[in-house]
């Protein structure tokens, strides 16, 4: 491993590490450190499962995420079908610790701004235990997508994935949530180990460049916070443009605001490749109401009216035949797009209904229970991660190692078991869902969406 450095950014950092400047710029000749996070809304800390994922993939512990591993690369835990079961997501080690600042509690309505691939998102949520509401936001409608589909393999069952401008945002629920995450768009040095694009894209006009845009997103994380939130600023650079001083600015802007902590870490001090985070509260005392200062928006007529509501007798009537151990939150409402039903969740307090999602891009308007097509509820993916293999009525379960699952995974149907009734059921792998069957004659065909479904041999 040898990155080769601009030689404007070696200076600087000279400049800014003085004495430990060698040691930094030595970093960058030793290997990346790999990590990952086991997702507790699957897996918990004292399951046997956990154990033999800490075996299978040399997990060490890191010290400041509860859930958050190193790995052993050569074990490649991305490629096993415990990934594809949502048990883990692989996040660079110092990463994690944003989310973890940022402590978001089950009940609470959450925001993370700029959220794709998802790493913090699927790491708040795990956090949140599926209670309260998560938005997630990407203003790239790509990375929107990506994000989606990972929110949807961790099995959240409580996120809204949007894709916005943070001031279209603003605008619609100033003041709504109890925690923002905004982990900036930045210049990206602490990427440089793992991405050669961005030593490439890298000059000092980037830096600059980065710093005038975290300016125009941070005043609307500020207005979307309650008073009495917390809001957590971070990057994955260096630099104390993009860092330091940007919090600097932002204070002397909103006086409301007071810092609580500053965290750096650094890839020759800590294990990871560096990230800087900044713990911000806003004053004043956070109630559970939501009370907008300014007019809601209009409502849109394509999330409400009879459709929802026979669609989600439909699913009800699948889920008692099919899935009788699963519940939806009690607190939310049906959303119909088209065909495919959603369930939105909707705590106590929080603004984001159907009616405030109107005209907004919606990559994920909650859960995707399934869609209806010639009268019929057929399931989809992302409600068979969210739930466990236990509360399925048919079930096919097989070891993760085992020819059946890799055939699954490759979209091929299978044998059904002895005595397995017609109907839809759940592929698993450790009791965790893998995807959706349907059981008739003897086969269980196989329903794994064809863009999640592994290359043949
Ligand atoms: N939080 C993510 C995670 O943990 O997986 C990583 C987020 S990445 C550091 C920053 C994101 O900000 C990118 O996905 C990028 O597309 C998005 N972004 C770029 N320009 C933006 C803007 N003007 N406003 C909001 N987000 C922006």
């Known amino acids: 491993m040898n990155t080769v450095l601009p030689d404007a950014y070696v200076e600087r950092m000279r400049r800014q590490l003085g004495g430990e400047a060698d040691d930094f710029l030595a970093s960058y000749r030793r290997p990346r450190t790999f990590g990952l996070r086991l997702n507790p809304l699957k897996i918990g ?25 190193t790995y052993d690369e050569r074990t490649r835990p991305g490629r ?49 235990g599926g209670r309260g509401l998560l938005v997630a936001n990407e203003i790239h409608p790509g990375r929107a997508k990506i994000l989606a589909e ?87 650079t260096f630099n104390r443009e993009e860092n330091e001083e ?46 907008s200062p300014s007019p809601p928006a209009k409502g849109g007529k394509r999330e409400r009216g009879g459709g929802a509501a026979e669609a989600l007798a439909l699913y009800r009537e699948f889920a008692a035949e099919a899935l009788p151990g699963f519940e939806l939150p009690p607190a939310g409402e049906p959303l119909l797009f088209g065909e495919s039903l959603f369930w939105l969740p909707r705590p106590e307090g929080s603004p984001v209904g159907a009616a405030s999602l109107a005209r907004l891009r919606l990559p994920r308007p909650g859960l995707h229970l399934g869609d209806v097509r010639k009268g019929r509820f057929e ?61 008739s004659d003897g086969v269980c065909k196989n329903r794994l969406p064809k863009g999640l479904r592994s290359p043949s041999a």
């Open 379 to 439: 399931p989809a993916h992302a409600l068979a991660m969210a739930v466990s293999g236990s509360m399925a009525a048919r079930r096919r379960e097989a070891a993760p190692d085992s020819p059946e699952t890799a055939a699954y995974l490759r979209g091929e149907s299978l044998p059904a078991p002895d005595g397995l009734a017609r109907g839809w059921g759940l592929a698993t792998v450790d009791g965790c869902p893998l995807g959706w069957f349907k059981a």
């Open 45 to 69: 800390p004292a399951d046997p499962l956990a154990a033999r994922i800490a075996a299978a993939f040399k997990l060490k512990p890191v010290p400041w995420c509860g859930t958050g591993f």
């Open 246 to 291: 940007t919090v600097g600015w932002f204070l002397r802007t909103f006086p409301e605001f007071r810092l609580v902590r500053e965290e750096r870490l650094w890839p020759h001090r800590d294990e990871g490749e560096g990230h800087y985070a900044a713990v911000l509260e806003k004053e004043g005392e956070r109630t559970e109401r939501w009370r």
């Open 150 to 236: 990972n929110v949807e393999r961790a099995g959240l069952a409580n996120a809204v994935v949007t894709n916005a401008e943070p001031d279209e945002l603003a605008a619609r629920w100033p003041e709504a949530f109890d925690r923002v995450l905004l982990d900036a768009p930045c210049s990206g040095e602490g990427m440089f180990r793992k991405d050669p694009d961005a030593v490439r894209e890298w000059s000092p006009e980037a830096v600059a460049m980065c710093a005038r845009r975290q300016r125009d997103i941070l005043p609307c994380a500020a207005r979307l916070l309650k008073p009495g939130g917390r809001l957590v600023y971070s990057t994955c």
């Open 80 to 128: 096993h079908p415990w990934h594809a079961a949502g048990l883990y997501y692989i996040q660079e080690p110092s990463a994690m610790i944003a989310a973890e600042l940022l402590d978001a509690r089950p009940g609470e309505l959450v925001l993370d701004l700029a959220a794709a691939p998802g790493g913090k998102t699927t790491q708040i949520g795990g956090r949140m």
